[in-house]
């Protein structure tokens, strides 16, 4: 039986790979995290309690892994240190990076491969605990990974993670406007970014457990599409015919709504678009499409969070602000 060392695992991503695992009931699962994060679940894996970014982290050092998961490094320093403890004691290290390590080029249409140019990272953005240098940190995190040749690593860069237990609330958002408010604004045109189902990722990972002949570095992406047609497919499933008020950008940069935070997963360009040809290539995957992410996640929504309103920390506008701009918009009409 194949031991496995999660670090993290009980949150977003981690509590899918847990749950699939153990499933399988083939492997010897052991947790490590802070015990902050649904400290609850999964009483039937293993527990070393710790932070990382602690002398903590040296107790992952004190046995063998076939296989590590790392779903929580964001910062490089530390997981040099991880690496150092580990040195001789793993197996394989499968990393969670992201498509936001990529130099995209907002004038391109054409989709990222690995082999695409990586942002660069500076001393400071290393300590950096803003979101504003995740991805450069991601790259730092890589390139550790990287020099140490001895290691046998898959890093899987994803797109945006979208499924059960995301607790950023970005799609939520959306769907819970397509299923609660009788009209709301959105974003004009169909710009696009590249997504990832969790459940496609999860088993990208499990496959990565033993993967042969394999890359360092993958795009693990689902499919690309809009916010528009997001809402169109929640709509369709519902039944309810809400109005669609259009923004445009020059509107939204007028009155200080900002992209991504002030109307969730909003950019006003094609842009992160990513593609997946070598992960297909190499693993055996059968990839969600975007209406089959929408059917599950609307039964999830329902069943589960029963609706509730979204995650105040998304920053997005307040529905008053949202009611103004579509006045103004009506009045234009």
């Known amino acids: 039986m194949k031991k496995i060392l999660i670090l993290g695992g009980t949150q977003f991503v981690g509590r899918n790979l847990v749950e699939e695992l153990l499933k399988l009931e083939k492997y010897d699962i052991t947790l490590f995290n802070r015990g902050k994060t649904n400290p609850d679940l999964f009483p039937q894996a293993k527990r070393i309690i710790g932070d990382r970014k602690t002398a903590d982290i040296e107790q992952i050092g004190g046995q063998d892994w076939d296989v590590v998961f790392d779903i929580s490094g964001y910062w490089p320093i530390p997981l040099e240190k991880n690496i150092e403890v580990l040195k001789g004691r793993v197996g394989r290290y499968i990393f969670v990076s992201t498509m936001s390590v990529y130099d995209f080029d907002t004038s391109s249409s054409v989709p990222a491969t690995e082999n695409h140019t990586l942002l660069s990272c500076t001393e400071e953005q290393k300590t950096d605990l803003t979101a504003a240098s995740y991805g450069q940190r991601k790259v730092a995190c890589e390139q550790i990974l990287q020099k140490n040749t001895w290691l046998d690593k898959i890093i899987l860069r994803p797109a945006l993670i979208v499924g059960r237990y995301d607790h950023t609330d970005r799609l939520y958002y959306w769907f819970h406007k397509a299923q609660t408010q009788n009209a709301f604004l959105i974003p004009e045109g169909n710009n696009v970014i590249s997504y990832t189902d969790v459940e496609d990722l999860t088993q990208t990972m499990i496959q990565a457990i033993n993967v042969q002949n394999h890359f360092t570095t993958y795009n693990a992406y689902s499919y690309s599409t809009s916010i528009r047609a997001f809402v169109q497919k929640a709509m369709k499933h519902s039944g309810r015919t809400p109005e669609l008020i259009n923004a445009p950008p020059q ?29 297909l290539q190499d693993f055996d995957l059968t990839l969600n499409t975007s209406d089959q992410t929408t ?7 329902a069943n589960s969070l029963k609706w509730r309103q979204p995650n105040s920390r998304l920053g997005a506008i307040s529905l008053e602000k949202e009611k103004t701009l579509m006045d103004l918009l009506r009045k234009d009409v």
């Open 295 to 301: 059917e599950a996640l609307m039964a999830y929504y």
């Open 251 to 279: 509107l939204l940069e007028k009155y200080k709504v900002e992209e991504w935070t002030g109307i969730p997963l909003w950019v006003n360009s094609d842009y992160l678009t990513i593609d997946n040809s070598r992960l």
